[in-house]
DNA sequence: GACCTGCTGCGGATTG
C-alpha cells in the first residue's frame, strides 16, 4: 500500500522525503496523496497537533507543482498566526529546498522588499494570513490576477478557528474572490485538530458542492486521560477555614428548599441570617480560598513543564501574584509565568521560548496557547474554573500528553460562592460544578458546540464590499450582489436586504453612485478604507502602552489605566504609574512595591450552547457520584440535587415566592435572551442570571401573555439597548442593525419551545396554557 | 459572565 502513494509522488519529493530520513509515510498522509492524484475532489484533513496534517496536505500539492511550475503563486497556505506561518515557513523551505520551488511569507512583520520581490516575480507557494491577502486586493488590485492567476491549491490551517466567526466569513469571500480570478478553480485543504461536524466544515469549504470534499481523518493512538475536578468554597463576608460539611449544606438545601415549596420565602433575607449564624466564628481563620487554590496549584504544577488556564486576565495576574508570594522564599523554586494577549510581544516570545526549551515552567494563560504555537511536552493541563464551551475544554486538554505512552492530564479548579452571597438563585445550584461535569459528560461523549450559520455578518460584508470598490475603483451594483452574495459567503442576504444596505452606506457617505452607475466610495468609505485598520473584518480596540524605561509591557484599554501615582499588577510584577503621554497613548511605569490589583480588562460575556445548560439539568436529575469529582465538589452536587429536587426545581422549572416566579428553562444564552425580551415586551419586569429568569409577577397566569403575543425576531430585536456589535455596525441603519440582531441574538423558535414545555408542564396535557400552580 | 487573532508603500535621510 505504501508503494501506491509514494509512487504517485514527484521524483523529487520523494528524494527530499529520503533524504530528510523518514521511515515511513504515513496512512493519513497516504490517502491525501491519492485523494489529490487521483480525484478532483477538496481534503479536509483532521488530526492531532503533530500528527502530520501539514505534510499530509503538502507533500501532494508540492509534488504537483514541481511537475508544473508556473509563473504566478501556485498555492497559498492561510494561517490565523503570523508565529505558525513562520513554523510553517521553516518546515516547507526545508522540503522545497531542492526542488526550486519558491516558498514565500506574508505577514505584517515581513519586510516590505520580500513582499515587493513576490509581486514582481510571483511563484511557487505563498504563506499569508487572512489580513494580508486583503492587503493585496486593497492596494495591488489591479495586479491580483497576474499574481495568482494560476493559484491551484488553497490550504487552509487550524481551519476550525475560521468557522462560524467574522474572521472566517472574510477568508471565504477574500478566497471566492480569488477564486473568480484564477484560470481554474482552486482546489482547497483544510486542517484541524478538532472539528464538532466535518459536514459544515465541508459546507464552508465548498458550499455549492459541500459533497466533494474528502474528509481524512487520522486514526488517533489511545491515550489515556486523567482528568480531575477540585472544589473551592468560598464567600466575600467569610473567610473560609474547613469548608462546611455535607451535613450543613444538606441542612442549608432543604431548609431553602422547604422555603420555596411554600411560596412566600424572602430568600434575601433568610439566606444572609442562615450562614451568618453558621460560619461566624469561622472568620478569623486566616486564608482566603484562592489563597488555598493557589498553594494547590504550587503542589500540582511546581514541576515539570504545565500550562493553566483561566478566562479572566485579572484572575490569572492575581493567583500569579498569590502562587509568587509563596515561592519567593523556596531556593530554585520552579518559576511560575504568565501570558496573555495584553502583554507585550517580546514579553511573551520570552515565555514561549521558556516553555520550549524544556525548562520546568508553569504558565498561566488565556486562550493565547490554546492554539497555535507547538510547546513541546506539556506534563499537565489546569484549567480555573471550567470553560464556557466544550469546544475549548477539548482543545485545552489536548495541550498534554503529546508524546506516545504518557497521558493527557487535566485538572479542574472551581469556585462556588456560598449562598450567602447574592449570587441570585442560581447560586444555589452551584453553577460551576454543574457546568464542569455537563461540560465533561459531553466531551466524553465526543459532542462538540456545532457553529451558527445563521448570522448574516452585515459588518463584513460591507467591508468586503468597501474592498470591492477600493480594488476595482467602481463596480455595478448587481455585479457586487453576485461577487459577495449570490456567489460570496454572503448567502443569508438577500437582494432586498442588500439595496437597503446599499441606501444605508450611501445616507452615510460611504458609497456613492456615478452618472454612468458605478458605485464608488465616497469621501467617508475612502477614508476608513484608508485606515490601518481596515486589513481586519474583526474588532480591536484601542490600546495605550504600558512602558517602563526603553521597555514595552503590554497594552491596555484607556478604561483600565489608574490614574499618576496609582498601581496595578501586570506580568505578574506590580507597577506604578508615573507618567500618562496622551498624544501617544503611552503609560510610564515603576516598579510598584504594592499588592496592587490586577487592571480592570473589560471583555465581552458570550453564549452558552442550549444542550450544555440542558445536561446541567440531567446532572441534577441522576445520582451518580462522578468519579472524577473531589469530595467537597459532590458534597454540594448532592446539596444542589437536594435542592433541585425538594423545591420542585425539577418538575416544571420554577419557583414562586416574594411576588416573583423564578424560572429555570434549562436553555442558552441566546433563548434567555429572547424569553427576556418577551416580557419586556409584554411590560412584566424581567432579570436573567446564569441559569434562570426573574419575572416580577404574582402568578403564572401573568405569564400566559409571553404565549399569546405575536412576536417576530425583529420585533423583539429592537427592544435591546446596545443594537452594534461588530466592527462596521455603526455605517447601518438602525433597521438594518435589528434585521441583524434578530438573526443572531434571538432564537424565537426556541423560546416559544421552551413556553410550550412550561405551560404544558403545568397542565399535564398538551393545551398550550399556563395554569398557576399555586391556585 | 471571557478570551484571541491582524495590519501600507513610498520617499527621503543616513550610513558603510
Known sequence: MSQDAFSLLHSGVQRAIYEMGWKEI???????????????????????????????????????????????????????????????????????????IPVHRWHGDVPGNQKKRLRENPGGILLITPESLESNFVNFGADVPRVYRHVSFVVIDEMHSFLGNERGIHLRSLLARLGAITETKPRIIGLSATLAEPEEAAIYIDPDAPDTVTALEAASAQREVKFGVKTYLESPSWKPGPPPGPEALQALAETLAAGFRAGDFDWKQEQGEILDSDYADERETGNDSTTLLATDLIKAFGKETNLIFGDSKALL????????????????????????????????????????????????????????????NVRAVGQINPPWTVASMVQRLGRSGRRAGVPAIMRVFTQENTPSTRAGLSGLLYPNILRAVALTRLMVRKWVEPFDNRQLHLSTMVQQLMSCLKQTGGMQAGALFETLCSKGPFRNIDAGLFATTLRSLGEKEIIEQMPGGDLILALEGERLANEL???????????????????DLGQLPSSAIPPVGGGLMLGGRSWRVEEI??????????????????????????????????????????????????????????????????????????????????????????????LKLMADACDIKAADDALSIRFKAKSTEDLQALLDKDFTAESLAKRLPVKTREKHDELLSEELLITARAADQIDLDEAQDALMELALSFRGESSGKLDDPGA
Open 317 to 376: 495576574e492575581s493567583l500569579l501574584n498569590n502562587v509568587n508570594q509563596q515561592t519567593t522564599s523556596a531556593s530554585g523554586a520552579h518559576a511560575f509565568v504568565i501570558h496573555h494577549g495584553s502583554l507585550s510581544r517580546s514579553q511573551r516570545e520570552e515565555i514561549e521560548t521558556r516553555l520550549k526549551s524544556g525548562q520546568p515552567t508553569t504558565a498561566f494563560c488565556s486562550s493565547t496557547l490554546e492554539m497555535g504555537i507547538d510547546i513541546g
Open 26 to 100: 504515513r496512512e493519513v498522509q497516504q490517502e491525501a496523496i491519492r485523494t489529490v492524484y487521483q480525484t478532483d475532489n477538496h481534503l479536509l484533513v483532521c488530526a492531532q497537533t503533530a500528527g502530520g496534517k501539514t505534510e499530509a496536505a503538502f507533500l501532494p500539492v508540492i509534488s504537483k507543482l514541481a511537475d508544473a511550475p508556473k509563473d504566478s503563486v501556485q498555492a497559498i497556505y492561510v494561517g490565523p498566526l503570523k508565529a505558525l506561518i513562520n513554523d510553517q515557513f521553516r518546515r516547507l523551505e526545508d522540503l522545497c529546498e531542492h526542488l526550486e
Open 533 to 551: 485598520d481596515f486589513y481586519a473584518a474583526f474588532m480591536g480596540s484601542e490600546e495605550w502602552t504600558l512602558r517602563h524605561r526603553n521597555e
Open 581 to 674: 503621554v496622551e498624544n501617544s497613548q503611552l503609560v510610564y511605569v515603576i516598579p510598584g512595591k504594592g499588592k496592587d490589583a490586577a487592571p480592570a480588562f473589560r471583555g465581552q460575556g458570550s453564549e452558552v450552547h442550549s444542550r450544555v445548560v440542558r445536561e446541567m439539568k440531567t446532572v441534577l436529575e441522576d445520582d451518580d457520584e462522578p468519579a472524577f469529582l473531589d469530595e467537597a465538589g459532590r458534597g454540594l452536587l448532592a446539596a444542589a440535587r437536594t435542592f433541585a429536587r425538594e423545591s420542585g426545581l425539577l418538575d416544571d422549572g420554577c419557583l414562586c415566592g416574594g411576588g416573583e416566579i423564578i424560572w429555570f428553562p434549562w436553555r442558552g444564552t441566546r433563548c434567555l435572551t429572547t
